[in-house]
């Protein structure tokens, strides 16, 4: 159900009621359609639409789709139901969500609006419970009311739900969200006795004994809660696109969340994944003043994005155009990194996007709020509306990118990475659950060291989720402590067929609801490994004093410490003291190494400095071929390949011009002499490639 009216969204969030100033719409879309922009999405609030039960206030958002269709922008209308009414508030007071603590949201200033009707817990109807019904009544009527307002508007693209898809860690402890808890538990456990029997717990007399846990441990109960919790809200997102599509069946839903995957799909419920199936059009927002600038974190905000989208369109839905001022993010650090975005800036942090495969950017500000904590903030305008650099920059890119002649570039896709970075949920909910008062948190410094250390190596690390293990034949599983004796079969299947599975200590240790397996790996994996567990030591405090050698190399360790014995496999590496620390072995059609610690920890926690030639060496392990080899490190490649025409993308994000030699797979063909997509003027014609610092270079290639 994708629009076919636009060849590249590209716009900003526009109206929040009450910023910009009424007095400069019309000069401010006028500016946008001469600028190229043809997108424009605006936050519609419940509390600021609704003053009274059954009152609607629709003036001003008229304007904006009548301002858009008269400039020939189209617009994404965001519903903010979590904007709640303050008559809504008192009505329902009984059914204001509870946080752990006890403690009951209320209507608070939105800190991203300057406008009353916030809870800022990111979940449900903002200060309210969706779990109610009088409040899901309420707030259905809204949603319907608007989509019967706008569905046949000509400027209308389609609908933005569940702003930034996540939830507080705290709530929902309201008796509604309770009672829909102990339905969710009969449903899947379907007697108290079976309850009993997996929480360990005996005197349950009644389904209203059950209490949902307070404080988060590594028990079944708290993975239930975190589970329901998950289904709860996801169930809400389906009921607001269920409510919309009851009206308007032809326009698009989206959705967009914040690359939250790792770390937050366990505490605040950041599953891409779940949120892209549902929608059209998936989007994220990342804002690199609150992110930091690194470049493997710009690809990741990206990259975790395009996994989840699963083939669908996805676009970098919220994009910084400013500066970021006296926000806790930004204290302390570098002027340069995001606190004040330059032209440059905007262009490689769009383009880096547009490399990982977004199809659309929108700033997440047009101009700057006039109110509240982020005055000032994101806007690629002037806080008066003016044309700035910036601006000059993002019309530049948005009149490109909207060139007839990019079309075939937008058809491109980029291609499978070589090595995927497996996702498996359970993972992180039990080291959620089992480090949860610890300040060692190396679940994410794994993820996050291993897919660096690949992208700083020159491959494409893609996230692959579980369940999409089927279109990949090799595959690095960092941290993975946990998972189903389920996922254990599949896992096991997909490697006796031919894949290549590289897993760090531990794999599976704990397996159904968090229960220790008496032989390691656990749930069968042994002989997938060729290897048994001969010790461990969980001391992710002192984890850096972990090393051993792999072939030539010395490594250093984090996180666990698991030695073995062999049953079946080859010893490829032993610990400084001796003990067998890595196994190789062959199962099936297949292969896997078992490395008994977590290099990539210490990849993360040395920014880069340690292990960077063992993650090569694995690369090499595998036998696996790059798709593009540069000379110049600093530097990242990726390819897109359609049916019109293949491309590759040359990424510098250094202040200094970059050169490199090229060698490409064969199976990719060649570079093409002569212009280049981008920049605009910019020839190739043989040798080395030189591109421009904060830049892009983007050359066709020839089929092989």
């Given at each position: 159900?994708?629009?076919?009216?636009?060849?590249?969204?590209?716009?900003?969030?526009?109206?929040?009621?009450?910023?910009?100033?009424?007095?400069?719409?019309?000069?401010?879309?006028?500016?946008?359609?001469?600028?190229?922009?043809?997108?424009?999405?605006?936050?519609?609030?419940?509390?600021?639409?609704?003053?009274?039960?059954g009152v609607y206030d629709w003036e001003e958002y008229d304007r904006q789709l009548d301002l858009a269709a008269r400039n020939g922008l189209k617009t994404v209308i965001a519903e903010l139901i979590h904007a709640v009414p303050d008559w809504a508030v008192r009505k329902f007071s009984h059914a204001l969500q509870v946080n752990a603590?006890?403690?009951?949201?209320?209507?608070?200033?939105?800190?991203?609006?300057?406008?009353?009707g916030f809870s800022n817990n990111g979940g449900g109807a903002g200060a309210l419970t969706l779990n109610c019904p009088e409040v899901k009544e309420a707030a259905g009527n809204f949603l319907t009311a608007l989509a019967t307002r706008y569905k046949d508007h000509p400027a209308i693209y389609g609908y933005d739900v569940w702003n930034e898809c996540n939830y507080s860690a705290d709530v929902d402890y309201s008796s509604y969200a309770k009672a829909t808890f102990r339905?969710?538990?009969?449903?899947?456990?379907?007697?108290?006795?079976?309850?009993?029997?997996?929480?360990?717990?005996?005197?349950?007399?009644?389904?209203?004994?059950?209490?949902?846990?307070?404080?988060?441990?590594?028990?079944?109960?708290?993975?239930?809660?975190?589970?329901?919790?998950?289904?709860?809200?996801?169930?809400?997102?389906?009921?607001?696109?269920?409510?919309?599509?009851?009206?308007?069946?032809?326009?698009?839903?989206?959705?967009?969340?914040?690359?939250?995957?790792?770390?937050?799909?366990?505490?605040?419920?950041?599953?891409?994944?779940?949120?892209?199936?549902?929608?059209?059009?998936?989007?994220?927002?990342?804002?690199?003043?609150?992110?930091?600038?690194?470049?493997?974190?710009?690809?990741?905000?990206?990259?975790?994005?395009?996994?989840?989208?699963?083939?669908?369109?996805?676009?970098?839905?919220?994009?910084?155009?400013?500066?970021?001022?006296?926000?806790?993010?930004?204290?302390?650090?570098?002027?340069?990194?995001?606190?004040?975005?330059?032209?440059?800036?905007?262009?490689?942090?769009?383009?880096?996007?547009?490399?990982?495969?977004?199809?659309?950017?929108?700033?997440?500000?047009?101009?700057?709020?006039?109110?509240?904590?982020?005055?000032?903030?994101?806007?690629?305008?002037?806080?008066?509306?003016?044309?700035?650099?910036?601006?000059?920059?993002?019309?530049?890119?948005?009149?490109?990118?909207?060139?007839?002649?990019?079309?075939?570039?937008?058809?491109?896709?980029?291609?499978?990475?070589?090595?995927?970075?497996?996702?498996?949920?359970?993972?992180?909910?039990?080291?959620?659950?089992?480090?949860?008062?610890?300040?060692?948190?190396?679940?994410?410094?794994?993820?996050?060291?291993?897919?660096?250390?690949?992208?700083?190596?020159?491959?494409?690390?893609?996230?692959?989720?579980?369940?999409?293990?089927?279109?990949?034949?090799?595959?690095?599983?960092?941290?993975?402590?946990?998972?189903?004796?389920?996922?254990?079969?599949?896992?096991?299947?997909?490697?006796?067929?031919?894949?290549?599975?590289?897993?760090?200590?531990?794999?599976?240790?704990?397996?159904?609801?968090?229960?220790?397996?008496?032989?390691?790996?656990?749930?069968?994996?042994?002989?997938?490994?060729?290897?048994?567990?001969?010790?461990?030591?969980?001391?992710?405090?002192?984890?850096?004093?972990?090393?051993?050698?792999?072939?030539?190399?010395?490594?250093?360790?984090?996180?666990?410490?698991?030695?073995?014995?062999?049953?079946?496999?080859?010893?490829?590496?032993?610990?400084?003291?001796?003990?067998?620390?890595?196994?190789?072995?062959?199962?099936?059609?297949?292969?896997?190494?078992?490395?008994?610690?977590?290099?990539?920890?210490?990849?993360?926690?040395?920014?880069?400095?340690?292990?960077?030639?063992?993650?090569?060496?694995?690369?090499?392990?595998?036998?696996?071929?790059?798709?593009?080899?540069?000379?110049?490190?600093?530097?990242?490649?990726?390819?897109?390949?359609?049916?019109?025409?293949?491309?590759?993308?040359?990424?510098?994000?250094?202040?200094?011009?970059?050169?490199?030699?090229?060698?490409?797979?064969?199976?990719?063909?060649?570079?093409?002499?002569?212009?280049?997509?981008?920049?605009?003027?910019?020839?190739?014609?043989?040798?080395?490639?030189?591109?421009?610092?904060?830049?892009?270079?983007?050359?066709?290639?020839?089929?092989?």
């Amino acid at each position: 159900m994708l629009r076919n009216d636009i060849q590249f969204p590209y716009g900003a969030v526009y109206f929040r009621k009450s910023n910009p100033p009424q007095e400069h719409w019309e000069r401010d879309y006028r500016v946008a359609a001469e600028d190229g922009l043809n997108i424009f999405r605006h936050w519609f609030m419940w509390g600021a639409i609704e003053v009274a039960p059954g009152v609607y206030d629709w003036e001003e958002y008229d304007r904006q789709l009548d301002l858009a269709a008269r400039n020939g922008l189209k617009t994404v209308i965001a519903e903010l139901i979590h904007a709640v009414p303050d008559w809504a508030v008192r009505k329902f007071s009984h059914a204001l969500q509870v946080n752990a603590d006890g403690t009951k949201l209320g209507s608070w200033m939105g800190v991203s609006a300057a406008t009353g009707g916030f809870s800022n817990n990111g979940g449900g109807a903002g200060a309210l419970t969706l779990n109610c019904p009088e409040v899901k009544e309420a707030a259905g009527n809204f949603l319907t009311a608007l989509a019967t307002r706008y569905k046949d508007h000509p400027a209308i693209y389609g609908y933005d739900v569940w702003n930034e898809c996540n939830y507080s860690a705290d709530v929902d402890y309201s008796s509604y969200a309770k009672a829909t808890f102990r339905k969710w538990l009969e449903k899947k456990y379907g007697s108290l006795k079976a309850l009993a029997k997996v929480w360990h717990r005996y005197s349950y007399a009644e389904w209203d004994d059950i209490e949902p846990p307070v404080h988060m441990a590594p028990y079944p109960e708290c993975i239930d809660w975190l589970q329901f919790k998950r289904d709860n809200f996801y169930d809400q997102m389906q009921w607001r696109i269920d409510t919309i599509r009851a009206v308007d069946s032809k326009n698009v839903i989206a959705a967009h969340g914040i690359s939250g995957a790792i770390p937050n799909m366990a505490a605040n419920g950041c599953d891409d994944w779940l949120a892209a199936s549902k929608v059209e059009i998936y989007g994220f927002t990342w804002v690199q003043a609150r992110k930091g600038t690194e470049p493997w974190k710009t690809w990741y905000g990206v990259d975790i994005n395009r996994a989840a989208a699963r083939g669908k369109t996805f676009w970098h839905a919220e994009r910084q155009g400013g500066p970021l001022w006296l926000q806790p993010q930004v204290i302390g650090r570098n002027k340069e990194d995001g606190r004040v975005a330059e032209p440059e800036d905007i262009r490689i942090w769009s383009m880096t996007s547009l490399a990982g495969g977004a199809r659309g950017v929108l700033n997440l500000r047009w101009r700057p709020l006039l109110d509240g904590p982020l005055f000032g903030a994101f806007g690629a305008y002037g806080m008066d509306g003016s044309r700035t650099p910036r601006s000059d920059m993002q019309s530049a890119m948005a009149k490109w990118a909207n060139d007839q002649a990019q079309a075939v570039l937008w058809d491109a896709k980029p291609v499978r990475g070589e090595i995927g970075i497996l996702v498996v949920r359970e993972t992180q909910e039990w080291d959620y659950l089992l480090n949860y008062d610890r300040k060692e948190k190396p679940y994410p410094e794994a993820m996050w060291g291993a897919y660096r250390a690949f992208l700083d190596n020159g491959v494409q690390p893609d996230w692959v989720h579980i369940d999409d293990i089927g279109a990949y034949d090799f595959l690095y599983f960092p941290y993975p402590i946990m998972f189903t004796a389920e996922q254990a079969n599949r896992l096991k299947t997909w490697v006796e067929n031919g894949g290549t599975l590289i897993t760090e200590a531990c794999p599976g240790y704990f397996g159904d609801r968090g229960h220790v397996g008496q032989v390691q790996p656990n749930m069968g994996l042994d002989a997938v490994f060729g290897a048994q567990e001969e010790t461990v030591e969980f001391m992710p405090d002192i984890g850096d004093r972990i090393h051993f050698e792999f072939g030539e190399l010395a490594v250093d360790g984090g996180g666990l410490l698991q030695s073995y014995r062999l049953n079946g496999g080859t010893a490829r590496g032993n610990f400084t003291d001796g003990r067998l620390a890595v196994v190789e072995n062959n199962f099936g059609k297949g292969r896997t190494l078992l490395i008994g610690t977590n290099p990539s920890v210490a990849y993360y926690r040395s920014n880069g400095k340690a292990n960077a030639a063992f993650f090569a060496e694995l690369l090499g392990w595998s036998g696996r071929e790059r798709h593009v080899i540069l000379s110049n490190k600093t530097l990242f490649a990726r390819i897109h390949k359609g049916e019109k025409g293949s491309f590759l993308w040359l990424v510098n994000p250094t202040r200094t011009i970059q050169a490199t030699d090229v060698a490409l797979a064969d199976r990719h063909g060649s570079i093409s002499s002569g212009k280049a997509v981008w920049p605009i003027g910019h020839e190739h014609n043989g040798g080395q490639v030189e591109v421009p610092p904060r830049d892009v270079v983007i050359l066709p290639l020839v089929e092989a």
